[in-house]
């Protein structure tokens, strides 16, 4: 686990190449854990300590948003898929995002790229989930 998290850091701004499953998951579980701690402290009712918090979870939002990026990528490379395939999870986050703030709670619109965005979401979960190429393939030689 320590192993993959140093990696995630060094490979920052690497798109290329290969990450196993186990380094994706590593990184995501990790992560997952850093912003629950955080999250545990917006409990304290001040705000001097909710504004070092919301601080805290900014600084960590904005340094693991390329790397996260990279490891992606670089697990669709192992499963023999562009990088250009994190596009399908991201356009309809990014279109949920805008569409709630411009269109009312119930429209139709809104609710239709959500289901959108969940579908794709589940798709690309799907993908992370798939085991590694063993052969070479055309990103690069898997590396054990």
């Known amino acids: 686990m320590i192993e993959a998290y140093k990696k995630f ?64 990528v670089r697990r669709l490379h192992d499963i023999n898929k562009s990088g250009w395939y994190y596009l399908i999870g991201l356009v309809p986050s990014f279109a949920l995002s805008i569409c709630e703030s411009l269109l009312p709670e119930k429209n139709p619109i809104l609710i239709v790229i959500t289901l959108v965005a969940l579908a794709t979401t589940i798709f690309m979960i799907m993908l992370y989930c798939m085991p590694s190429v063993d052969k070479k393939n055309k990103y690069e030689k898997l590396k054990k």
């Open 9 to 72: 850091w060094i490979n920052y701004f690497n798109f290329k190449g290969r990450s196993s499953r186990s380094d994706y998951w590593w990184v995501v579980l990790v992560n997952t854990i850093i912003v629950l701690i955080i999250s545990l402290f917006t409990f304290i009712n001040s705000s001097v300590v909710q504004t070092i918090i919301q601080t805290i979870a900014t600084i960590f939002s904005i340094a693991i948003f390329i790397p996260e990026i990279s490891i992606s």
